[in-house]
């Protein structure tokens, strides 16, 4: 951590010398960078400095381009990658009814005939799936990796494993509403759906993440990419 300090205090130092930052710029756009650290991620401090410039550039303009539309996931790209998740349930849900065929043989058929035994078994593996790769490093599931976004909390942190399951029971909530919970990213400033709005959490690129202004709010700005 100390050579990763040094490196950024060095670049960040570099833009304050030019006259492009000021001090409490500096100090900002360091806590930020060892916060995203800290996060269990990496950062590049120089795309984070560029990006904090840009975006004080833009405020200063008064400029109705609100960052959301840079960093904030898009509806289109969302869905695409819940399209993407989807289609990895159903191999790991025909791989578990092999499985259950082949252990269990005949007596497969008083879980796989019983819709309640389904519904539960059901919501054990998307509570799963969905839990365990947002809480991971990818801070995703397979479908947001490959459309490059990732799940954080308004504040720009990994979700706690709590608010994680909040967010998956929403979920569940969109697709008994037929999807309509869904439709509210399309509205949205942040792109948030219904779940996102009741879980506190939003979807980013995955070299975006919240950058926290002078008053504490956030706006989704690039900070470096993860490997």
């Known amino acids: 951590m100390k050579n990763e300090i040094r490196i950024a205090t060095e670049v960040i130092k570099r833009y304050q010398e030019r006259g492009d930052i000021d001090p409490s710029e500096f100090e900002r756009i360091l806590d930020n960078y060892l916060d995203t650290l800290k996060s269990g991620y990496e950062a590049d401090v120089e795309s984070m400095v560029l990006n904090y410039m840009r975006s004080r550039d833009l405020d200063a ?18 869905f695409a990658a819940t399209v993407i998740d989807f289609g990895v349930l159903l191999v790991i849900t025909a791989i578990l009814h092999i499985s259950l065929r082949t252990v269990l043989g005949v007596h497969a058929d008083v879980i796989l005939h019983n819709h309640t035994m389904l519904a539960i ?3 054990i593996i998307g509570w799963t799936y969905f839990t365990a790769c947002e809480r991971s490093k990818w801070m995703g599931t397979p479908g947001k990796k490959v459309l490059g976004l990732r799940v954080v909390s308004l504040r720009g942190y990994p979700p706690t494993h709590k608010v994680l399951t909040l967010r998956f029971a929403c979920q569940a ?5 037929g999807g309509v919970g869904w439709l509210a990213m399309f509205a949205s ?7 996102d709005l009741m879980s506190k959490t939003m979807v980013v690129k995955r070299d975006f993440v919240p950058v926290r202004d002078r008053e504490g709010d956030i706006s989704a700005a690039p900070v470096g990419s993860e490997n």
Do not use: M, P, T
Request: glycine share 18%; hydrophobic share 25%; with cysteine.
């Open 61 to 78: 303009r008064g400029s109705d381009q609100d960052y959301s539309r840079q960093g904030y996931a898009g509806g289109f790209n969302r």
């Open 121 to 123: 078994l059901g919501l």
């Open 173 to 177: 909530l969109c697709i008994l509403s």
């Open 189 to 195: 400033k942040k792109h948030q759906g219904l779940h």
